[in-house]
């Protein structure tokens, strides 16, 4: 079982639905989480991390189920904008390196 | 925010070639860089993390006379993918641990696309 797996999509979504992407990890000692954007022939760029108690940045809800090892990303309303690849991370306390999964592509149409 | 930048955007070279791929920290220190390749589709994968003023750490499988790493100074790491194949053919980004804590946020550069014919 890979460290970090996401579903590779892509998901293909009108403007203004509600996407949800999962990212599941297997490393039950993983402390950090995050999710970043990687848009095509870019770097990624930090989207935002986790928080044990679930986060909200504007129209993106992030969330950590350790339980079941997942965290999810949800979009609402989206843009046209939104439209790229997004990549979770999780880091173990062990590394201060996060491991990268290869990313959930969401193409949000007219 | 930091910076990292890198150099070049994108490199086309022949099979033997060597090429250089450097990355730069631009208004801080990164005593730590990190290098990683990523195919199409694929997910980053860490190749190694290079330490100023000491020998780079290699990722299990990434073969360090190949991919000579380089921490010159505090702003400054390079990659140099020695005898260059068309598997070699990627995308190579660099990054740097944020200043808030290693690890919780990194800095990437915006990477070098790699072809080697």
């Known amino acids: 079982r890979k460290e970090v797996e996401q579903d590779p999509g892509p998901f293909n979504v009108p403007e203004g639905a509600t996407v949800a992407f999962n990212c599941t990890y297997s490393?039950?000692?993983?402390?950090?989480f995050f999710w970043y954007r990687q848009d095509c022939r870019k770097e990624p760029k930090l989207l935002m991390s986790?928080?044990?108690s679930g986060n909200e940045d504007g129209r993106f809800t992030a969330q950590l189920n350790r339980a079941s090892q997942y965290i999810s990303l949800l979009i609402r309303d989206s843009k046209l904008s939104d439209s790229a690849t997004y990549l979770c991370?999780?880091?173990?306390?062990?590394?201060?390196?996060?491991?990268f999964g290869r990313g959930t592509s969401l193409i949000v149409h007219p | 925010g930091a910076v990292v930048s890198q150099h070049p955007s994108w490199v086309i070279c022949k099979s033997g070639t060597s090429v250089k791929i450097e990355c730069r920290s631009l208004?801080?220190?990164?005593?730590?860089m990190f290098w990683y390749r990523q195919f199409p589709k694929q997910s980053l994968m860490l190749m190694a993390t290079?330490?100023?003023?000491?020998?780079?750490?290699?990722e299990q499988g990434v073969e360090k006379d190949k991919f000579l790493i380089n921490h010159a100074s505090l702003t400054l790491s390079t990659l140099t993918v020695t005898s260059a194949h068309p598997e070699d053919s990627s995308f190579y980004i660099c990054?740097?641990?944020?200043?808030?804590?290693?690890?919780?946020?990194?800095?990437f550069g915006p990477g070098t696309r790699l072809t080697v014919l």
């Open positions: 986790v928080y044990s």
């Open positions: 290079s330490n100023e003023g000491s020998k780079a750490t290699y």
């Open positions: 990054s740097a641990p944020g200043l808030a804590g290693a690890g919780d946020t990194q800095y």
């Open positions: 208004d801080f220190q990164a005593t730590t």
């Open positions: 991370a999780v880091r173990s306390g062990g590394s201060y390196i996060p491991t």
């Open positions: 490393n039950s000692a993983s402390q950090s």
